[in-house]
């Protein structure tokens, strides 16, 4: 495959700026083993002389500590003073934050993996092949030693009911996410096209629950801070922005993170707006309306979306690098993609807003008498049953284009049919296979770094139409060690996401927060003007 070449202003300047980080976090690693070393010739000092000495003891232990907690120590200084402290290398500085340097060096790392698997021709690439019975076989197994090894019972009590009803709790979304999220990763790796619509609806469902999850919290807690929307911002966009940057690639080849951005902002506005207002019903109906208004109008009404979305071109844009693929105006992807999940996340929103009623009446359901219980319950299985079959029959099995056509006004059906099964009794709802639900938290992460260290693009905004070869020859071998490196990788980067955002982006400080994202703005310009100067200049004088 052939590999980018040139070089871009943007990754001169991560290079830049990591190549600091990187010498800051090395000093910063030195200084610590030379204050532990002082501190044990300390120690044996004082045991040689046999004085206790409590305060001298707790002296050194103070002045050579090995790490302090960055937040109660650089909390009274100022971005700026920070910025000069580390450019530097203020020896107390790099101590107290030697934890969030590393954590900077070791996600920038991360991120040279990635363009070193997927840019360079260091490793192989081989072609995708599918086998039905291979791909029931691998993903059989993980659900089989899942039960054996994870199953795990949860008796937390619900927030609205003070009981274990347990009913669509947090365990039991993230196992959903976790299992969708395998099946939608072995769909890209053995290109698995025969459940291109059951993909469809798995996406369907990660949009739903965006809808729900932001509901539930702005609803429940209503916190509409700056803090709080920043956070959720970092979540979705941190990691993404930097392999466009470094990677060359555009927001939309990795269409996931903007589509969530996109709906997370519109429920944020949905109830931020007159938050007030939230508990009248009325006003609340008003709001789920509005949305759906929106949506028919921008969605629906021919040439709307262009107008709207036009501006966002820069951003939003995307044109597929391959010459074999039918060209399309730069917004088609964004229309596709945003287009097909318009709906289901107002769905969310409305099954998050009943989920307190739902809950009680389930209270009441499992309090009922027996007989009572038992025919409520096989008529919901029955009926939820019934529905499935019907949509399985009338509409999964559909061609792409045209299930594409009745996806958006249908993906709610599966979604509640699964909803209901999986909480039409207590155990059901109690249990929980927390191996998948590990997984479920590291979707974000495992959809990006899919695109580069288990598969490869190998171009700009490339699609990853190859698998990435470690073990040329040895397709299953290569499969357990990408794997297991693909997996691992994601989850380091799940957790210095949350690491990071812990340090950067405080909840409750606005002030603190504003003179951070004006910091790392102006970093980030000055950086990116000096790197295009060093691109431009060998051009200019005609090297």
């Known amino acids: 495959m052939e590999t980018q070449t040139s070089v871009t202003p943007g990754q001169v300047a991560f290079f830049l700026g990591v190549i600091p980080v990187f010498v800051a976090w090395i000093y910063s690693e030195i200084?610590?083993?030379?204050?532990?070393?002082?501190?044990?010739?300390?120690?044996?000092?004082?045991?040689?002389?046999?004085?206790?000495?409590?305060?001298?003891?707790?002296?050194?232990?103070?002045?050579?500590?090995?790490?302090?907690?960055?937040?109660?120590m650089s909390a009274g200084l100022s971005v700026k003073a920070q910025l000069f402290r580390f450019l530097t290398m203020d020896e107390s500085f790099l101590l107290e934050n030697r934890s969030t340097i590393r954590a900077m060096s070791e996600f920038a790392a991360l991120l040279v993996y990635f363009y070193v698997c997927d840019r360079?021709?260091?490793?192989?690439?081989?072609?995708?092949?599918?086998?039905?019975?291979?791909?029931?076989?691998?993903?059989?197994?993980?659900?089989?030693?899942?039960?054996?090894?994870?199953?795990?019972?949860?008796?937390?009590?619900?927030?609205?009911?003070?009981?274990?009803?347990?009913?669509?709790?947090?365990?039991?979304?993230?196992?959903?996410?976790?299992?969708?999220?395998?099946?939608?990763?072995?769909?890209?790796?053995?290109?698995?096209?025969?459940?291109?619509?059951?993909?469809?609806?798995?996406?369907?469902?990660?949009?739903?629950?965006?809808?729900?999850?932001?509901?539930?919290?702005?609803?429940?807690?209503?916190?509409?801070?700056?803090?709080?929307?920043?956070?959720?911002?970092?979540r979705l966009n941190f990691l993404v922005l930097f392999c466009c940057i470094l990677l060359n690639n555009n927001y939309m080849l990795y269409y996931i993170c903007p589509m969530h951005t996109l709906f997370t902002l519109m429920v944020y506005a949905a109830l931020g707006i007159f938050h007030r207002y939230n508990e009248v019903g009325s006003i609340m109906a008003i709001k789920i309306a509005s949305c759906f208004a929106v949506v028919i109008v921008v969605w629906e009404v021919p040439g709307v979306f262009e107008v709207v979305w036009g501006p966002f071109t820069f951003l939003l844009g995307y044109s597929d690098p391959n010459p074999s693929k039918t060209k399309y105006p730069l917004l088609h992807e964004w229309q596709f993609r945003s287009g097909l999940d318009r709906y289901i996340w107002i769905v969310g929103m409305i099954y998050a807003y009943f989920h307190p009623t739902v809950e009680r009446w389930i209270e009441s359901l499992e309090e009922a008498e027996a007989r009572a219980r038992i025919l409520i319950k096989a008529c919901i299985i029955s009926v939820s049953l019934l529905v499935g079959y019907l949509w399985y029959e009338h509409i999964y099995k559909l061609d792409k284009n045209s299930y594409n056509k009745v996806h958006p006004y249908t993906s709610w059906i599966p979604i509640t049919v699964y909803v209901c099964l999986r909480n039409f009794t207590q155990p059901f709802r109690n249990w929980s296979l927390t191996l998948l639900g590990w997984l479920g938290k590291?979707?974000?992460?495992?959809?990006?770094?899919?695109?580069?260290?288990?598969?490869?693009?190998?171009?700009?905004?490339?699609?990853?139409?190859?698998?990435?070869?470690?073990?040329?020859?040895?397709?299953?071998?290569?499969?357990?060690?990408?794997?297991?490196?693909?997996?691992?990788?994601?989850?380091?980067?799940?957790?210095?996401?949350?690491?990071?955002?812990?340090?950067?982006?405080?909840?409750?400080?606005?002030k603190r927060l504003v003179y951070n994202g004006l910091a790392a703005l102006i970093t980030f310009l000055t950086l990116y003007v000096f790197a295009y100067l060093l691109v431009r200049l060998p051009l200019v004088m005609g090297l």
């Open 31 to 72: 200084l610590s083993c030379k204050k532990y070393r002082l501190k044990v010739r300390s120690d044996a000092d004082l045991l040689e002389k046999g004085d206790n000495g409590p305060k001298e003891e707790e002296k050194v232990g103070h002045e050579g500590g090995l790490q302090h907690s960055p937040s109660t």
């Open 120 to 234: 360079t021709n260091v490793f192989g690439e081989t072609k995708k092949n599918y086998n039905r019975d291979l791909f029931l076989f691998l993903y059989l197994l993980l659900i089989i030693v899942s039960f054996i090894t994870s199953l795990k019972r949860h008796v937390e009590k619900s927030m609205s009911s003070g009981k274990s009803v347990l009913y669509l709790n947090r365990h039991q979304t993230e196992e959903w996410r976790g299992w969708m999220q395998v099946l939608f990763l072995m769909y890209h790796y053995f290109a698995a096209t025969e459940i291109y619509n059951a993909i469809r609806v798995f996406i369907a469902a990660y949009v739903w629950m965006t809808g729900f999850g932001n509901f539930s919290y702005y609803y429940v807690r209503k916190d509409f801070s700056p803090g709080r929307f920043c956070q959720m911002m970092w």
């Open 442 to 510: 590291v979707t974000l992460e495992t959809y990006i770094s899919q695109f580069h260290i288990w598969l490869r693009t190998g171009v700009p905004n490339g699609q990853p139409g190859l698998l990435l070869s470690v073990i040329p020859g040895y397709p299953m071998l290569n499969f357990m060690l990408t794997s297991s490196v693909y997996v691992m990788v994601s989850y380091r980067l799940f957790e210095l996401t949350s690491q990071m955002k812990a340090v950067f982006v405080p909840g409750r400080d606005k």
